[in-house]
């Protein structure tokens, strides 16, 4: 196994994974142990979603960071926003009362060749990067909450679509500053969240081939989320076991109530379910050879700061820090 | 003829849940399509409908699949196929306990008799280039669509392609009147509602004043090799121009105008599936797990599909915990065992002991007193953590504020649903119990 990577010791940290498998949440983790170990982070949500600012009880965000957390400052990508401010930075083009129809067009023209919008979005990520690189440093670490699976390598591949695309201009000359923050082992890592179910693997396995083969994005962790307790060592199996013949349930309920035997079959669903998710993990571990951080399932009432503090603790533990 | 069960609110608090199975609307329907966030299982469910519906409501059944676990696509006989509808074969329906072992075919009116399952996957791609060799207005105009830069860029990751050509395919199939009744996985998408905008998004697009202003200097000028004449006194040809390049923009412009003459169709097109959409014979089934973010955005979803006069039809909530987590005197035991598990470990450990236990089925060697109270006590804690859980879907659950008159629930299965019988069981939760 690949020994666990600096991951705080990088400038540009992207969690992606299938949806629903807690990216938001390990982003906002890491971001927390981030700061909380002294720097500086901006922490990006790269869909537009301002509301990665609840996992710190924080009002929305737009694209202007704003501070959510000692340390951590949220924004919600837009990629008009962006395009807005790399006119201002690049081309000096003092337009505002131009922008509506433009906009317009942005959208459209973005349609068209998809890699528009994906390039305003991690053009202004890589900007960022590049300014706290060359010492106008605003941030330690960017850590950008990415697109999911089925859209990532077109997130991070939109450098290289576009100089594919579009021959000549200045957005072509701009690629390739891009293409070598991405691809800088010392200063970005792709991270994928997965919990240990069969779609989320398969999902990874997939993404780490087609990543490998497209991009030159380099790999930090797979962070495995919602793992589940092991319950019982083997001789503790075999007691389990013992304890749930019928005779033994009687002797339970006797002392313990009439729920024992309730108590004992939830057990069984926690085993059985652990053991599923093993199988999915050794798959994973198989057929990957990136390191694996684990992430407790966690038995708690909602989300928020309490779950992305849990988290927080959870990777600490696992990164050594 | 139709019978419509009906997609309005109910009263939060009204929890009559698990009322029914999905047996009435599916009869009743032609189209159903399925839909909620991701990560919920809905491909699962999908296929375990089309297979229960066919097994028991009988007919031909169609489910048209997006993305489906390898294991589940071998399952269904989709493994290395396109976008062609093949039967799953009837032995292995049988085998799988769907169709014919549980009430033969003897059965009156003769309703299972003709009764099949098929299933298709939805390739983009193939699915775009079928689209466009079928439509445009001669072969020398589709190549040039299918061989222009942009064509693929356009298709494979145009975040509304997918879902229009999902909805393209599926108003195709059902014109082909081949089937009794369609299911529909839908695509993943960052937005539930993408899918349902599509067809008419698609129109607007390539109808819309923008890409006529877009492409208007090429259209006077000709084909390839049009100048930009004019366009400097033109602020976004300007701007567009410094930041792409002109020759970036005669690509978009050529694959347009070649695009275009597939226009009337589209919009013919996109005007028969939104009525589709609405037909009687259509409905709605929303999947959802009962965590927080997923739901959240499968509440919006649902009253979204109101507010658009869309027939929600049921609402799945699959991956639920048991309700004996939510025991009370589960939950006693639980605590005592996880706080004091000595007196319990003595009174097992005699009841394992063929010594001291009348009838016992035997001595367990190398059982501690200890190991049983660390079981004992593991156990209880386990179980707390788990009620804990299923409390906070209990409660999600009774806030759903609205919600369709079926409701139904999907345990949590032990391993994930790959295989016919896996879908013959999630079934069982999905319809009225035989």
């Known amino acids: 196994m690949p020994s666990t990577p600096d991951l705080l010791g990088r400038r540009l940290l992207f969690f ?10 390990v982003s906002a983790a890491t971001a927390l142990l981030a700061a909380e170990a002294g720097q500086r982070v901006l922490l990006v949500s790269a869909d537009g979603k301002g509301d990665i600012a609840a996992f710190f009880e924080h009002a929305p965000v737009g694209f202007r960071p704003e501070k959510v957390y000692p340390g951590v400052k949220a924004m919600a990508m837009d990629t008009e926003a962006s395009l807005r401010e790399y006119l201002r930075l690049n081309l000096r083009m003092p337009f505002p009362a131009r922008l509506g129809p433009l906009a317009k067009a942005l959208d459209f023209v973005a349609t068209a060749a998809p890699g528009v919008k994906e390039i305003l979005t991690i053009g202004k990520i890589c900007w960022d990067v590049r300014e706290s690189l060359e010492g106008r440093a605003r941030w330690d670490l960017v850590v950008v909450d990415a697109a999911a699976t089925g859209h990532i390598v077109a997130q991070l591949g939109a450098a290289q679509a ?8 200045p957005v072509r000359s701009q690629t390739g500053w891009m293409t070598e923050i991405l691809s800088d082992p010392a200063t970005t890592a792709l991270n994928v969240v997965v919990t240990p179910e069969e779609m989320p693997v398969h999902e990874t396995i997939d993404l780490v081939d087609r990543v490998r083969a497209e991009l030159s994005v380099p790999f930090g962790t797979i962070a495995v989320n919602r793992v589940l307790p092991e319950l019982f060592t083997r001789s503790e199996e075999a007691a389990f076991a013992a304890l749930r013949r019928p005779e033994a349930v009687v002797a339970l309920a006797g002392v313990a109530g009439p ?4 108590v004992l079959e939830a057990a069984d669903l926690a085993v059985t379910l652990r053991r599923t998710r093993a199988a999915h993990l050794a798959r994973l571990r198989e057929a990957v050879d990136l390191p694996l951080v684990y992430l407790p399932e966690l038995f708690v009432r909602a989300e928020g700061m309490r779950v992305t503090r849990m988290t927080a603790d959870a990777l600490g533990e696992e990164l050594g820090v | 003829m139709n019978v419509s069960i009906s997609g309005t609110p109910r009263t939060p608090g ?21 839909c909620g966030p991701g990560g919920v299982g809905k491909t699962s469910v999908a ?29 269904l006989g989709l493994a290395g196929i396109g976008n062609l509808e093949r039967p799953v074969p009837l032995e292995r329906l049988k085998e799988a306990g769907l ?26 791609k193939r699915s775009w280039d079928d689209l466009v060799l079928r439509h445009a207005p ?50 993943p998408t960052r937005n539930a509602l993408d899918f349902l905008e599509a067809p008419q998004r698609m129109a607007e697009f390539f109808g819309g ?28 040809y300007q701007v567009a121009d410094r930041i792409l390049g002109s020759a970036f923009l005669e690509d978009i412009a050529e694959f347009f105008l070649n695009f275009q003459s597939m226009y009337d169709g589209f919009v013919q097109r996109a005007r028969s599936v939104e009525r589709l959409l609405h037909d009687r014979r259509t409905t709605f089934v929303v999947v959802s797990t009962l965590e927080a973010a997923p739901l959240r955005e499968a509440e919006f979803f649902m009253a979204e599909l109101v507010e658009r006069r869309l027939h929600l039809g049921a609402l799945v909530l699959n991956k639920a915990l048991p309700d004996y987590l939510l025991d009370e005197a589960g939950a006693a035991s639980a605590r005592l065992l996880a706080t004091d598990p000595g007196p319990a470990a003595a009174a097992a450990t005699a009841a394992f002991d063929p010594c001291t236990a009348p009838g016992g089925s035997g001595a367990s060697p190398g059982i501690t007193d200890a190991t049983v109270r660390r079981v004992l006590q593991t156990v209880g804690d386990s179980f707390l953590n788990f009620q804990l859980v299923a409390k906070r879907e209990a409660e999600l659950r009774s806030e759903l504020s609205r919600v369709p008159e079926c409701v139904l629930r999907v345990p949590y299965f032990e391993s994930d649903i790959h295989d016919l019988s896996g879908l013959a069981r999630l079934s069982e939760h999905l319809f009225v119990p035989r």
């Open chain 2, 14 to 34: 009204t929890d009559r849940l698990d009322a029914a199975g999905l047996d009435r609307l599916l009869a009743a329907k032609e189209i159903a399509i399925f």
């Open chain 2, 138 to 187: 001669d072969e020398a105009t589709a190549y040039r669509i299918l061989e222009n830069r942009l064509y693929h860029n356009i298709t494979a990751r145009f975040v509304q392609s997918h879902d229009y050509i999902a909805m393209e395919r599926l108003h195709e199939i059902h014109q082909s009147g081949a089937y009794d009744l369609i299911v529909v996985d839908t695509p």
């Open chain 2, 47 to 75: 296929a375990a409908a089309a297979a229960g519906a066919a097994a028991r409501l009988g007919g031909k059944v169609l489910v048209v699949t997006v993305d489906p676990a390898r294991r589940l696509a071998d399952a």
């Open chain 1, 162 to 169: 576009i100089e594919e695309l579009v021959t000549v201009g």
């Open chain 1, 259 to 262: 729920g024992a035997g309730t």
């Open chain 2, 209 to 236: 004043r923008l890409l006529r202003w877009l492409t208007m200097p090429y259209r006077f000028a000709g084909r390839r090799g049009a100048r930009m004449v004019n366009l400097a006194s033109k602020p976004f």
């Open chain 2, 99 to 124: 169709m014919g072992t549980a009430k033969p075919q003897t059965e009156s009116k003769g309703k299972p008799q003709g009764s099949s399952l098929w299933a298709a996957m939805l390739d983009t």
């Open chain 1, 16 to 25: 992606t994974g299938k949806g629903g498998v807690g990216k938001s949440t």
